[in-house]
Structures are given as structure tokens and as C-alpha cells.
């Protein structure tokens, strides 16, 4: 027993002594002797291969067949057609299997490919390099390498910067350095650009020499083909701006158009020939055969239509819009001429506006002026700085100078008007002296003869207002046949006409202060107000408020309020107040109908005060009435309340006292009445007038109790 427990021992020492070797050298060979040292398992066989474990995996994302979970270089032979997925070697990497290459799995044949992805298959360079294609093995394209730049045609871009260019043509961007965000098309196009960043040419020698035209765009044959500092410009059509050495910011459209426009900097020619000779043209535009042909300095200047502004040698900042429009302009700087020969012949009718056939016909000298409708300005020589829009409009006028002429015969005849306006027919028309004033609607101001400083707005306003100076009437037939109405506002129909005097006044609503034999210093608000008014420095507010009415100083506010009454120096609030009433100076109604066809017969009657509807002084003066149809019964009286509508309580809030009359026995009103309290200075008590004087309960012994 004990032998064989030795043998036993023996053995599983010499298993463990082999277990440690095996394990403690660094490299595993089968059938070899000497592995590489290289590696940790070397296999050597002849005539065998490697059995690689076989599966069938769902997709590229199975992450369930390997039973104890996918880890990065797992390696695997695939046997399933599923999905995305075909019989071949897979490795896990990451978050996916990948297929291991064969050899012609990613070549792209000479007879064409079938089976690709366009999302994954491509033609080009995995590394940071461009792409060059070659054909009989001279470069013909390329493609930059971060897909910025494109270069097709021999010799395209073939010396240029690789900014954002793509140029295609034989020679197209050929020397262009410093081409940026640019696009050359056609033999030769932009071959010298050198500096011509964000620009477009296409076509043959287009942009050819365009050293420095940035953010531009040359299309046709040689079009910009000599404009050396074209930036930001657009040359469209054959030679077009192809002498255009300075025409930056410009656009030439047409044949030949801008042929010679050296210095024609922000402009535009469209159409055969246009701007020829325009050699200093800069932010100009011509459009029609011919315009501005000869226009050698028209900068800032616009000409469309055959012939327009032909010779305008020195029309700077002009527009010529029409045939032979401005024609002989030669001097006619910032101006504008529209219609067939308007303006044919304003030599030096600068900073001007004609608009119509023969508009400002012999307008030689009118600068700063405008001239709208045929004929119109007709005989203005001087007529400076002005408007003229109508047939005839400003018609013998030739000192109306910075006026304006609206309407057919407008301020004709207004020799002197100058600093005016007149708008609508026959508007203005005899305003001889109307200086600095605006006249505005049918006939308003006809006749104004003497109207300066003033504005009158609508039909008939202002008519025959012969003294109307610095005065405003807006609205039909306002302030018309308004004599000595100087400083004068008239706002409404009829307002303020046939007003007298009127200085110095406001007049609004219809019918406001028709026919006010006088009214100055006076404000009247509300239709037929002050209507037949005589008076002055008033405030009349409401309808038909201070008709046929005489106040001088007074306020009359509410429907109707101070119709026919005298005073002066009052106050009326509410509907009706004071109408009818005399002799209300100095007094104060307030409520709807308060002193209402009231009579204050006596000479100081005045000085009342009414405080609520329907209130009356009942005849007296220097009286008090509160409260609605509160009436007074005697002068020197205040009384609150009425039968109809008695105040039962006065309460007095506060630490004092109420102070009643005093007076000596003597000096008891000689004709008392029941509840009258007093002081008696002579007893030195308060006593009440009362109808039991003794106190026994009977009535019938009326007298004066002490308190």
C-alpha cells in the first residue's frame, strides 16, 4: 500500500513539473520544435489549415450568438445569408461585426461595378491628398483634396490658388493667384484674374485680365475682358465693359454696352451701344440704343430711351427717361427729364424734375424745380426751387419761386408767390401777394390777394379772403369772404365764413362762427356754434353754443348753452345753461338748463351762482341756488334744494361751528319767516323766528324765541 502511495506522488509531481514548463515558456508550437518567438502560437503544417469557428450570425449588430458576449478582435466564419450579412470571416469591433476583405471586394472594375452603395462606395482618397485626373497623361482635372476646388481643361487653374475655385476651360483661372470663391468658364476666361475673389466669368477671354474684379460676374465673349478693377460688377453680353478699366459695382448689359466706360464705377448699361463714350459715368444707369451716348461726365445719372440724354455732357445725378428726353441738357445736373423732348432744351436747369410732353418748354434757368403735365411751367424763366403739376399749371408765374403748383391754372397769375403751395384747380389763382402760404382744394384762396402766411385746405376755403394773413381755414367755403381775418383758424364747412373780424380766433365745426360780426381773441368748438357771435376772448364748446349770442370774456360749454345772452365775464356748463338769459355778468351756471330764460331785471343783478339742473336766480342778483330746481326768492340769497326735490339734512363734519347772522333787536329782518336763526348782539343769545314764541304748544303767537 504504501508503494503505491509513493508511486502515486511520484507521478503528480512529475504532472506538475510538466504543467509549470508548459506554461512558463513563452511561445506554443505546433509541429515544431521552435516557435516563433514572435508569436505565442505557432501551427506548422504542410498539407492543413486552421478550423476558424463557423456560425450563423442575424446581422451585423448580432449581439446574441456568441453566448458569453462579443469582445473586440473575436473572430469568427460566418455561414448564414441574413440581412447584412454573407458567408465570410467577421471580426467584433466595437458596437458591430466587420467583413473581413477579399481581394476584389472594393476595386472598381474598367467595365463598370455593380452592387455598390453610394453611401458607402466611392472613387477618390481615404488619405489628406487631392485628386488629379490625366488623360494621354497630361492633367486635365483635379479635385483638392478637401472638395473645395475643381480644375477641368488643360492647363486650368494650373497656377492658381486652391480657395474655393472652380475653373473649367481650357486655361480658365490658368494665373489666377489669388482667386478665391471664384468661378471661371470658358477658354481662357479669368486666365489672369489674378486678385478676382467671389467672382463668376463665363465665356471665351471673359475676365481674362480682370486683375482685381472681385465679386463680379463676366458673361459672354471677352465681356470684362480688360476691366482690371471691375470688382463687384456684372458685364453681360459680348465686349461688354470690356473697356471698362474702373467699373467696379457696375452692370453692363448688351452688345458693346460700356465699350469705353473707363471710370464708370456703380452703374448699369443696358442695350446696344449704351454709355459708348460714358467715360466718367459712375453709379449711372443707361438703358436704350444710344442713351447717354455722348453723356462724357453723366455720373450718378440714369438715361432710358433712344437718344436720351444723347448729349448731356455734364448731366451729373440725372434722370432722362424718354426719347430724346433732355437732350440738349448740357448743364443739367441733378435733374430729371421724362417724357418725349421734356426738358429738350434746359440748358442749365440743374437739380430740376420734368415730367410730360414738352414739360418746362424754355425753362432755361428754373433750377431745383419740378415740372409735371404738358406745358406746365410754361414762361417760368425764373421760377427756382418750385413745383409745377397740371395743364398750365403755374402759368405766368416767372417769380413764384420755391412754390408748388398742383392742379389745372393753379397759382396762374400768382406773380409773387413764392415759398407757396397750390393744390387743385384754379387754387391760388390772382393770389398776387400770397407769399409763403398753401392753398389746397378747388378755387380755395382764389382772390386771397393779401393772404401770406397762410394755409386754406378745401373747396372755396379762403375764397375772397382778401386780408386772411397767417391764418388756417380747412374745409368747404371755410373763412371765405372773412374780411380783416388775420391769425385766423377756421376748421369745418362754412367755418368763420363771412366773419368780420375774426383775428386772432379759432373756429371748428360746421357752421362755426358763420357769420360772427366779431369774435377775436375767441375759441368756438362745435357745429353752428357762435353762429351770428358778437363778442371777444370767449370759449364756445358745443353745438349751437353762444349762437346770437353777445359775451366778451366768458366760457360756454354744453348743447346750446348761452344761445342769445349779454354778459360779460361768464361761465356756462351744461345743456341749454344760460341760454336766453340777460345780464349775466360774472355769474357761474352749472347743470342742464341752470338760469334758463332767466330775467335779472335790476342793474346789479349780476353775480349769481347756479349749481344743478333746472336752477333758476329767479330775478335776483348776487344769489346762490343749489341743487336741482333750486330757485332764488330774493337777492343776497342762497337756497339749497327745491319742494320738488328738498335736501332734508345739511351736516356739518368737523370740530368748529356753523357761524349764522348777527345783528342787534333792531336789525331783525323786518319781514321774517318760520326757521330762521340768528344772533342777537343785544340779549347776547341765539334766537329762532318761530310761530309758538311762548312755548305752550299753540300756534298763532309768531316771534323771535331765544335759544
Given amino acids: 500500500m504504501l508503494t503505491l502511495i509513493k508511486k502515486i506522488m511520484r507521478f503528480f509531481y512529475l504532472f506538475i513539473y510538466f504543467i509549470i514548463g508548459f506554461y512558463g515558456y513563452s511561445q506554443v508550437g505546433i509541429n515544431t520544435t521552435s516557435p516563433n518567438p514572435s508569436s505565442m502560437l505557432d501551427i506548422n503544417s504542410n498539407n492543413t489549415g486552421i478550423l476558424i469557428t463557423q456560425v450563423a450570425l442575424t446581422s451585423t449588430l448580432d449581439a446574441t450568438t456568441i453566448t458569453n458576449g462579443n469582445v473586440n478582435s473575436l473572430l469568427v466564419f460566418n455561414t448564414a445569408t ?17 467583413r473581413l476583405s477579399t481581394e476584389n471586394s472594393n476595386n472598381w472594375k474598367l467595365d463598370g461595378n455593380s452592387g455598390t452603395d453610394d453611401n458607402v462606395n466611392f472613387v477618390g482618397t481615404t488619405d489628406n491628398q487631392g485628386l488629379t485626373f490625366r488623360t494621354n497623361n497630361e492633367r486635365t482635372g483635379y479635385i483638392s483634396n478637401n472638395g473645395f476646388s475643381i480644375q477641368l481643361g488643360k492647363d486650368a487653374g494650373l497656377n492658381a490658388s486652391l480657395n474655393l475655385t472652380n475653373f473649367i476651360g481650357v486655361s480658365a483661372g490658368y494665373n489666377a493667384l489669388n482667386a478665391i470663391s471664384s468661378n471661371f468658364i470658358g477658354n481662357n476666361a479669368g486666365a489672369y484674374a489674378d486678385n478676382a475673389f467671389h467672382s463668376n466669368f463665363i465665356g471665351s477671354d471673359s475676365g481674362m485680365s480682370a486683375y482685381f474684379a472681385n465679386s463680379s460676374n463676366f458673361i ?30 457696375s452692370n453692363f448689359i448688351g452688345t ?34 444710344n442713351a447717354g451716348f455722348q453723356a462724357t461726365n453723366a455720373n450718378l445719372s440714369n438715361f432710358s430711351g433712344n437718344y436720351a440724354g444723347y448729349q448731356a455732357a455734364n448731366a451729373n445725378n440725372s434722370n432722362f427717361i424718354g426719347n430724346y428726353a433732355g437732350y440738349q441738357a448740357t448743364n443739367a445736373n441733378n435733374s430729371n427729364f421724362i417724357g418725349a423732348s421734356a426738358g429738350e432744351e434746359a440748358e442749365n436747369a440743374y437739380s430740376s424734375v420734368f415730367i410730360g410732353e414738352g414739360a ?14 404738358n406745358d406746365a411751367g410754361n414762361s417760368s424763366v425764373q421760377a427756382n426751387k418750385s413745383n409745377f403739376i397740371g395743364y398750365l399749371a403755374g402759368l405766368n408765374s416767372p ?5 408748388n403748383f398742383i392742379g389745372e391754372e393753379s397759382g396762374s397769375g400768382a406773380t409773387n408767390a413764392h415759398s407757396s403751395n397750390f393744390h387743385g384747380a384754379y387754387a391760388g389763382v390772382r393770389a398776387i401777394n400770397a407769399n409763403s402760404s398753401n392753398f389746397i382744394g378747388v378755387y380755395a384762396g382764389y382772390d ?10 378745401g ?8 386780408e386772411a394773413n397767417n391764418s388756417i381755414f380747412i374745409g368747404e367755403n371755410s373763412g371765405a369772404n372773412s374780411v380783416y381775418s388775420n391769425d385766423f383758424i377756421a376748421i369745418g364747412t362754412n367755418s368763420g365764413s363771412n366773419s368780420s373780424k375774426s383775428y386772432y380766433s379759432v373756429n371748428i365745426g360746421h357752421n362755426a362762427g358763420i357769420n360772427a360780426a366779431s369774435s377775436n381773441y375767441s375759441v368756438i368748438l362745435g357745429s353752428n356754434s357762435g353762429s351770428n357771435f358778437s363778442g371777444e376772448s370767449s370759449v364756445l364748446i358745443g353745438n349751437g353754443v353762444g349762437a346770437n349770442a353777445t359775451l366778451s370774456s366768458s366760457i360756454s360749454i354744453g348743447h346750446s348753452s348761452g344761445v342769445s345772452s349779454t354778459g360779460e365775464n361768464a361761465i356756462l356748463l351744461g345743456n341749454s345753461a344760460g341760454a336766453n338769459s340777460n345780464n349775466i355778468t360774472r355769474s357761474i351756471f352749472i347743470g342742464n338748463n341752470s338760469g334758463y330764460n332767466d330775467s335779472v331785471v335790476n342793474d346789479d343783478s349780476n353775480y349769481s351762482i347756479l349749481l344743478g339742473d333746472d336752477t333758476s336766480t329767479g330775478g335776483f342778483s348776487n344769489s346762490i341756488a343749489i341743487g336741482r330746481d333750486g330757485t332764488n326768492t330774493a337777492t343776497n340769497q342762497l337756497m339749497v334744494g327745491s319742494t320738488t326735490y328738498p335736501i332734508n339734512t345739511v351736516e356739518f363734519k368737523g ?4 357761524k349764522v347772522s348777527s345783528g342787534t333787536t333792531a336789525e331783525r329782518p323786518s319781514t321774517p319767516e318760520f326757521g330762521q336763526i340768528r344772533y342777537n348782539s343785544t340779549i347776547g343769545r341765539g334766537e329762532m323766528y318761530v310761530n309758538d314764541v311762548n312755548g305752550d304748544g299753540t300756534q298763532g303767537d309768531a316771534g323771535w324765541r331765544a335759544l
Fill in 82 to 98: 441574413v440581412a447584412d450579412v454573407t458567408p465570410g470571416y467577421y471580426y467584433w469591433h466595437t458596437d458591430k461585426w466587420h
Fill in 220 to 249: 459672354g465673349v471677352e465681356a470684362g475682358s480688360g476691366s482690371e478693377n471691375a470688382y463687384s460688377s456684372n458685364f453681360i453680353g459680348n465686349g461688354a465693359g470690356s473697356g471698362a478699366v474702373y467699373g467696379f459695382q
Fill in 256 to 289: 458693346n454696352a460700356g465699350n469705353f466706360a473707363e471710370n464708370a464705377n456703380f452703374s448699369n448699361f443696358i442695350g446696344h451701344h449704351t454709355g459708348n463714350e460714358a467715360i466718367n459715368a459712375d453709379n449711372s444707369n443707361f438703358t436704350g440704343t
Fill in 360 to 373: 418746362g418748354a424754355g425753362a432755361i434757368d428754373a433750377f431745383q424745380s419740378n415740372f409735371i403735365g
Fill in 399 to 403: 417769380f413764384a419761386h420755391s412754390s
Fill in 448 to 457: 386771397a390777394t393779401n393772404a401770406f402766411h397762410s394755409n386754406f385746405f
Fill in 459 to 466: 373747396k372755396d376755403a379762403g375764397r375772397n379772403a382778401t
Fill in 655 to 658: 370740530s368748529g361751528a356753523v
